[in-house]
């Protein structure tokens, strides 16, 4: 009864997996009571149908844009201070104790994030959007993973590195990519579709398509 009603849920929410015979109700029970709460509490901290966890801060909520079903898991905190909206597509998913920001100093408005619809990301991330971030549609990423839409510009020996500026080309990825946990993305990485990186790469630069890349820094290490 539990499970055939779970997956009638699931199925409304757009996902197509089936549930494991050997869950045992009592956990199923317990999601749908947490799920509940976090859709209560997204309901009353940000008058839409978001599942909001515990102690989560939404910073200028009004510049936000939320798809279905997208879940910010607890202890999140998002800066919505950006010269773009903050979009979040149908079915987006932050992991725990993850933060965005969108404007690191005074000097300079940030850009943004954008994620596409069923793009999830794991506990921990951090989301450095100044220079601007967009991530495709079915995106699927570990924990630890961190973006860094800026970059300092050090030409200048005569002047110290903080008083130089920042590059800000922006950081994007394709659609149908696996990120695996503590990879990092500087400023200007590119990734293309159907792509795989592997975890702990540092990732700057241009990738085509159909890849996996990995290393430090990132290489194309196959075709797929």
Same mark, same amino acid.
């Given at each position: 009864m539990?499970? %055939?009603?779970?997956?009638? *849920?699931?199925?409304?929410?757009? %996902?197509?997996?089936?549930?494991?015979?050997?869950?045992?109700?009592?956990?199923? *029970?317990? /999601?749908?009571?947490?799920?509940?709460?976090?859709? /209560?509490?997204?309901?009353?901290?940000?008058?839409?149908? /978001?599942?909001?966890?515990?102690?989560? %801060? /939404?910073?200028?909520k009004s510049n936000f844009v939320f798809g279905k079903s997208v879940t910010i898991e607890r202890h999140t905190v998002l800066d919505g201070y950006a010269k773009n909206k903050i979009i979040l597509g149908d079915g987006v998913k932050i992991g725990a104790y993850s933060c965005l920001t969108t404007t690191s100093h005074l000097s300079k408005y940030g850009i943004g994030l954008k994620m596409g619809n069923n793009s999830a990301i794991g506990d921990y991330t951090h989301f450095g959007a100044s220079g601007g971030i967009e991530i495709g549609n079915d995106v699927i990423m570990g924990s630890y993973i961190s973006f860094h839409s800026e970059n300092h510009i050090f030409t200048d020996k005569e002047k110290l590195i903080r008083e130089q500026g920042v590059t800000s080309k922006g950081i994007k990825l394709g659609n149908n990519i696996w990120v695996g946990a503590k990879v990092t993305f500087l400023d200007g990485a590119r990734i293309g579709n159907n792509s795989v990186v592997a975890a702990g790469a540092v990732v700057n630069g241009v990738f085509p398509d159909n890849v996996v890349i990995g290393g430090v820094p990132a290489k194309i290490v196959k075709e797929i």
């Open positions: 539990i499970k %055939k009603l779970f997956q009638t *849920i699931l199925l409304k929410m757009g %996902k197509s997996y089936s549930i494991d015979e050997s869950i045992p109700d009592s956990l199923l *029970i317990s /999601v749908l009571i947490n799920r509940f709460l976090m859709l /209560v509490r997204g309901m009353f901290f940000l008058r839409k149908k /978001v599942f909001l966890g515990k102690s989560c %801060k /939404v910073l200028n």
